[in-house]
């Protein structure tokens, strides 16, 4: 089986450590969203969009940025 183009968010929240609910707020922020998009009713997160968005909290964090 190739490597996930997307994780579901239970498997995101499962990579990040994080609650289910947590990863859905992620999605639903305004500011610095959590990349998703929608295949029919369900929400998929793509790994390199989750990838980018962790870099970029770390990169927050480490330059004495808000830790959202």
């Known amino acids: 089986m190739p490597d ?20 859905y707020n992620l999605m ?19 790994v390199d969009g989750l990838r980018a968005w962790v870099k970029r909290q770390a990169d927050k964090t480490m330059d004495g940025g808000e830790d959202d």
């Open 4 to 23: 996930k183009l997307a994780y579901n968010p239970t498997e995101a929240a499962q990579a990040l450590n994080v609650s289910r609910p947590t990863v």
């Open 28 to 46: 639903n922020r305004e500011i610095d969203r959590l990349p998703n998009f929608k295949v029919g009713s369900r929400r998929l997160i793509p």
